[in-house]
């Protein structure tokens, strides 16, 4: 037999899933869900809790639980990188119009708010040894946030890696402010004389720090991924490395591998 407060939330969830509620709209209030169920307190805020673990419904501060809207997906594919690099080619007015947000997400850039911020910093061992430089080395940190203009969270949190000897003979890539980048890092890199030749990606999952769930805006119990994306030159040396952290529950990750015919 459930017990009382999935009962509720069965109800609920029933109402929800068949458009009886629909996201942004507010529930009665915890009061009232206590006298039409005659359940106490306790229970009832026991059944809005699970509703707000699964993702169904999000609590505010003050003003009582609302049918959660769905998060914009993000669907990442590793065909991305190549489409990244053909862009690098193109004129600047072609590779202007769209970048990788608007490829991953199918939005458009004025749906778009986008932050960079660069600062430099000092290889630490862990950068140091994926580099192949001594530790200490020069680094050009760049954090970036990009967010859809309907919501309050950034798809992700990017931080991204550049030796700074690599691109110090074009000074525009030391300056934040010359960003959003047309093309991005692959035509970034172009300017300096830099082929990517390949990337490698390790993804990892593990539960968000509360900066990260802070952030993000992640629901009690959502993990994130964790890609650390190493891009290699044709001359085999590591010239960027990222590190992404991706929402659980609203970022797809595709890989396609072609493979030789018999």
């Known amino acids: 037999m459930a017990k009382a407060y999935e009962q509720i939330a069965d109800d609920l969830r029933e109402a929800i899933r068949a458009g009886e509620l629909i996201p942004g709209d507010k529930l009665a209030t915890e009061a009232e869900l206590s006298g039409k169920y005659r359940k106490t307190l306790l229970t009832v805020r026991q059944a809005l809790s699970l509703l707000q673990t699964e993702g169904l419904i999000e609590k505010r501060h003050g003003r009582g639980s609302f049918v959660r809207k769905p998060r914009k997906r993000v669907t990442r594919s590793n065909e991305r990188h190549q489409w990244e690099k053909s862009r690098a080619l193109i004129s600047d007015e072609e590779r202007a119009r769209t970048g990788a947000t608007e490829h991953d997400t199918g939005l458009v850039m004025d749906d778009l708010l986008f932050h960079a911020y660069y600062r430099e910093v000092q290889a630490s061992g862990d950068l140091a040894a994926v580099f192949g430089l001594t530790e200490g080395t020069a680094l050009i940190q760049r954090n970036y946030r990009t ?86 030159d044709v001359a085999d040396r590591a010239v960027e490395v990222s590190d992404l952290v991706l929402p659980g529950d609203r970022t797809e990750m595709i890989f396609t591998t072609q493979l030789e015919r018999w």
């Open 147 to 232: 967010r859809y203009r309907q919501e309050d969270a950034p798809f992700n949190l990017v931080t991204s890696y550049l030796v700074r000897d690599h691109v110090s003979g074009n000074p525009r890539l030391l300056d934040d402010a010359n960003e959003p980048w047309p093309g991005g890092t692959m035509h970034q890199l172009r300017t300096v004389g830099i082929e990517i030749d390949r990337m490698e990606e390790h993804v990892t999952a593990r539960p968000p720090t509360a900066e990260e769930a802070e952030e993000l805006r992640l629901l009690p119990g959502t993990s994130v991924l964790v890609v650390r994306k190493v891009s290699r």
